[in-house]
């Protein structure tokens, strides 16, 4: 396992005390055709997501955050595995439901917590200054105000790509295939309908996530198991820092 190379001088900020509900999450690389073959097998195995839209598909936006020292992304590319990332969240370009989410991996296991916000709130964060405080603030948005104010914690990159879930009650798992992946440097845009992006994978290249609780059940492990696909262990938003025009640095 790489450790980075540098002191992190304020360790605590970036780790919450409750990391919320832990999972297994494994990440495939997959070109057009294994990905058709894989929806094809998982419609007559496991249910769409009833809150999606016609097929079970909808467009995830987020925009990510990082500190003066670009810490989010240095722990992502040494493979740190106790790290955190923030992002502002929404679906299908609309600016109705914003939340706040703090994403974890601890141990191999990933986490997540995640809070709703006020498109007033949403606005003073794409700028870069931390929105104030007060007694119902919640205690993820008052984490990232506090990193705000010591790190100098900023958005850095729009990521946004259009998915396809599949869910199933047994083992808690849910199947994600993530097409079009695309990143930004445009933070500014995070609230407009459309936003102009660079893609950050060759054409016919997409992502196919699996989460689990404590056990992947074996017939949808068969499923999956097409000998072509190889495990990865990128980011869409180290990818996305790294390929997006103007998303290298907070300032």
Known sequence: MKRLAYPNPFPDLLRPA????????LKLLVNAQDLAIIRSRLNGLMPLDSHAGEGGRYTIRSLYFDDADNTCMRENEAGVDDRRKFRLRLYDGSADRI???????????????????TRGQCESLMRGRPPEPGSDMPPELRRLCLLMRTRLMRPVVIVEYERTAFLTAAGNVRVTLDENIGGSGRVGRFLDERVP?????????????VKYDEFLPDAIARTLQLGRLSRTSFSKYYLCRTHAPLARLPY
Do not use: M
């Open 18 to 25: 409750e990391e919320g509900h832990l999972r297994h999450e």
């Open 99 to 117: 939340a706040l989410e703090i994403k974890s991996k601890t141990k191999g296991l990933t986490g997540k917590r995640r809070c709703l916000l």
């Open 197 to 209: 992006l660079t893609p950050v994978l060759p054409p016919g290249q997409h992502v196919l996530e």
